[in-house]
């Protein structure tokens, strides 16, 4: 019974790793989309809500970059939660002064610590509000949040 339970799970797993026949009927804006940052092989594009198939090709630049920043937002949380647990007491921050669960140690951080991160992340978002967007004063009143177009969302220049 383990085994043929072992061999079932197995095949449900790899599963979901075999090619899906593609469906070739494409638009407009996913024929945009498919130069966009983020599209890998395997699934390509991928938009199970449909939200793309409304949105111009400038909505779509700005959802991109909205996603991009907030997944290199949660992936810095997953390793800060993971660092956390792992220096707890033996860190040069804050004199180890910092312990308990990585949950509980945001309220043991000294309040100086967040201006400087708050001046960081401000710098960091004006610059980034600079290279990638239209200055509001140049931009149509029905097209608030226009992203330049020689700006590629989430483009970093490394």
């Given at each position: 019974?383990?085994?043929?339970?072992?061999?079932?799970?197995?095949?449900?797993?790899?599963?979901?790793?075999?090619?899906?026949?593609?469906?070739?009927?494409?638009?407009?804006?996913?024929?945009?989309?498919?130069?966009?940052?983020?599209?890998?092989?395997?699934?390509?594009?991928?938009?199970?809500?449909?939200?793309?198939?409304?949105?111009?090709?400038?909505?779509?630049?700005?959802?991109?970059?909205?996603?991009?920043?907030?997944?290199?937002?949660?992936?810095?949380?997953?390793?800060?939660?993971?660092?956390?647990?792992?220096?707890?007491?033996?860190?040069?921050?804050?004199?180890?002064?910092?312990?308990?669960?990585?949950?509980?140690?945001?309220?043991?951080?000294?309040?100086?610590?967040?201006?400087?991160?708050?001046?960081?992340?401000?710098?960091?978002?004006?610059?980034?509000?600079?290279?990638?967007?239209?200055?509001?004063?140049?931009?149509?009143?029905?097209?608030?949040?226009?992203?330049?177009?020689?700006?590629?969302?989430?483009?970093?220049?490394f």
């Amino acid at each position: 019974m383990k085994y043929f339970a072992a061999i079932l799970a197995l095949a449900a797993s790899a599963s979901a790793f075999s090619p899906v026949p593609a469906n070739r009927a494409s638009t407009a804006i996913k024929a945009s989309a498919e130069g966009m940052p983020g599209i890998l092989d395997p699934v390509g594009f991928f938009d199970p809500l449909g939200l793309a198939e409304k949105a111009t090709d400038a909505t779509l630049k700005r959802y991109r970059e909205a996603e991009l920043a907030h997944g290199r937002v949660s992936m810095l949380a997953v390793i800060g939660f993971l660092v956390g647990e792992k220096v707890e007491g033996s860190s040069f921050l804050f004199d180890a002064s910092i312990s308990g669960p990585a949950i509980t140690h945001i309220t043991q951080v000294p309040d100086g610590f967040w201006a400087v991160i708050v001046a960081f992340i401000g710098a960091y978002e004006a610059t980034r509000a600079e290279t990638g967007w239209v200055d509001p004063a140049d931009c149509p009143v029905d097209q608030p949040g226009l992203l330049r177009d020689d700006y590629m969302p989430g483009d970093l220049k490394f």
